[in-house]
């Protein structure tokens, strides 16, 4: 086959290249310029899109003996991807940039060039693990990347190839030193991509600017202080409240609730937090159909952590699941917290090969008692 690799500079995207050179196929690499001003140099293991990276793909390239381009992709990675995350915020939203840059551009606007071009696949660097159509999780549990992926459809499944995923990290590493690619001990870009500085809220604040509110106790409406911006909280956050201290019982107080219109942030006790229902929208199933009737599963609604077993249904229009346009209400067996608007909610069926990626929605509501 004539496989497109998706080369990041980093040391999963380079071997997930060779792996799929050493598989026979045609393979011709690419990075995706993503800013319009890429930094000179990452700072650590924060950011990418720097011309560091674009010059370690090609050097990886090189390594391998296989053509390799920079295609420029930013405009609609800002439009996509960083606007989506800025409105996201300023709606009183939890979003995960990943997985809109894996529904949007790496599976869709890339995909969709690389399938104009005449090639029959993108290879990535994600771990996890994908054979007939079927998404698991990746052998490396704590490197698992398949719910930043539960949000593409079985066509940009059908398109898709994870060479990595069936592999721990650590021997990834030690495959790369043996293959003489520089990458071998490149450290793992962490934080948000396009906020090399970690400082979210500062990203946010310039953005958005300052659109004031106020903080209020959940239990008593007493207002405790005043912000810049609903953008500056998520559900769950604990620091950064701006209040004088804990609440009467002498326990933390924790963000519950978050009301853009008004801009008001409430805070509670631990106890506001549980959820034991949520209603997600933009549903996507990756076997290309919805499911018929309640499915026992089990759902994870942030990338590390937030697991539950939990009873789904598919609600809404299901006709078309690639239009996105149906939605999902799930049943949680134990209370969850920390749940997010904005955030994905991910079924998962156990399965000792790997757990099998059902499918996925954008979490929009949430519930205590089981009711919307």
Known sequence: MRILAAMSGGVDSAVAAARAVDAGHEVVGVHLA????????????????????????????????????????????????????VASYAAGQTPNPCLRCNEKI?????????VALGFDAVATGHYA???????RRAVDADKDQSYVLAVLTAE?????????????????????????????NKPDSHDICFIPSGDTRAFLGAEIGVRPGSVVDADSGEILAEHEGVHGFTIGQRKGLGIAGP????????????????????????ERLQVSWIRAERAVWTSGSAPVGPIECVVQVRAHGGLAEAVAEAVGSVDDVAD???????????????VAAGQAAVLYRRDPGGDIVLGSGTIAATDTAGEQ
Request: net charge negative; glycine share 12%.
């Open 34 to 85: 993503l800013s319009t001003a890429p930094g000179t140099l990452r700072t650590g293991s924060r950011g990418c899109c720097s011309k560091e990276d674009a010059g370690d793909a090609r050097r990886a390239a090189d390594v391998l003996g296989i053509p390799f381009y920079v295609w420029d992709f930013a405009d609609r990675f800002k439009e996509d991807v960083i606007d989506d995350f």
């Open 106 to 114: 790496k599976f869709s606007a890339l995909a969709d060039r690389a």
């Open 129 to 135: 693990q994908l054979d007939d159509g079927v998404l």
């Open 156 to 184: 940009q499944l059908s398109r898709a190839m994870f060479p990595v995923g069936d592999t721990p990290k650590e021997q990834i590493r030690e495959e790369a030193a043996e293959r003489d690619l520089a990458v071998a």
């Open 247 to 270: 609440g009467a019982d002498g326990r933390p107080r924790y963000v519950t609730e978050i009301e853009p219109e008004t801009g008001t942030v409430k805070v509670g006790g631990a």
């Open 324 to 338: 996105r346009d149906g939605g999902i209400e799930i049943s949680l067996r134990e209370p969850l917290t920390g």
